[in-house]
């Protein structure tokens, strides 16, 4: 399991960004994708997530609205849409891959224990 996370940068305040995250090594149709973020000082967010099979989409309450996260299995990539940015949403975002596809997720789901199922942090700033 190899995940690739991009996309992040500096934007000001009700600016967008669409971060990437690609994963090689296996299929998305196994896992579902989804996206954390930590932000400094703060415990670690469940953002959204992605999968086959029923649930096929989680957004935290604070996603709501204003991410969209979809995926392109030929690309074998997973997407986020970040629109209406707020300061609040700086953090690192990361991917990560979940064999239970988004069965768990909430916000304070912490995600997969093994590492080999995340991909590196990509920084988000929201600042004017």
């Known amino acids: 399991v190899q995940l690739q996370a991009s996309g992040g940068g500096e934007v000001q305040p009700g600016g967008s960004l669409r971060l990437s995250c690609a994963a090689s090594a296996f299929s998305l149709d196994h896992y579902g994708i989804g996206w954390f973020r930590q932000a400094p000082g703060k415990e670690r967010e469940a953002i959204s997530c992605i999968a086959n099979s029923n649930p096929t989409t989680y957004y935290a309450d604070s996603a709501k609205g204003r991410f969209t996260i979809s995926s392109d299995n030929a690309d074998n990539t997973v997407y986020l849409q970040m629109s209406s940015l707020k300061p609040e949403d700086t953090a690192v975002y990361y991917c990560?891959?979940?064999?239970?596809?988004?069965?768990?997720?909430?916000?304070?789901?912490?995600?997969?224990?093994?590492?080999?199922?995340w991909g590196q942090g990509t920084q988000v700033t929201v600042s004017s």
């Open positions: 990560a891959a979940d064999l239970f596809g988004c069965t768990y997720w909430k916000r304070t789901y912490r995600g997969p224990i093994d590492s080999k199922y």
